[in-house]
């Protein structure tokens, strides 16, 4: 069965390849896959990014957590009645939209999942 999710984050990526904001050598070992209902991305084995009902998100370091924040970053929780999901930010759509700031955020997310 095909996830949706797993399908947008295929076409996003896609997205920011052919705006060329996004470099596909630089992305060559990116694995997107099924995520509790969802989808994630994953690079070298790190997940960086996840896809599900309550948006798109990405894991930062809190120097970039703090300043998703102050620009319209929400923080990420699967379900009404659990825990915050620590170092991951619901991005803003109007970021996502932009595709030159979203590789932007998710450089940083690399380079924070990269060197964690």
Request: net charge positive.
């Amino acid at each position: 069965m095909s996830n949706i999710y797993v399908t947008k984050l295929n076409s996003l990526f896609e997205k920011l390849f052919s705006d060329n904001v996004l470099s596909r050598k630089q992305f060559n070992k990116l694995q997107i896959k099924n995520f509790f209902g969802g989808g994630a991305a994953y690079i070298q084995n790190h997940i960086f990014m996840t896809l599900t009902k309550v948006g798109l998100a990405l894991k930062l370091s809190d120097d970039d957590l703090q300043n998703i924040m102050k620009i319209g970053g929400k923080e990420l929780r699967y379900f009404a009645k659990v825990h915050i999901k620590k170092q991951y930010s619901i991005i803003p759509n109007n970021i996502i939209s932009s595709s030159k700031e979203f590789s932007n955020w998710i450089r940083k997310s690399l380079n924070f999942v990269l060197t964690d």
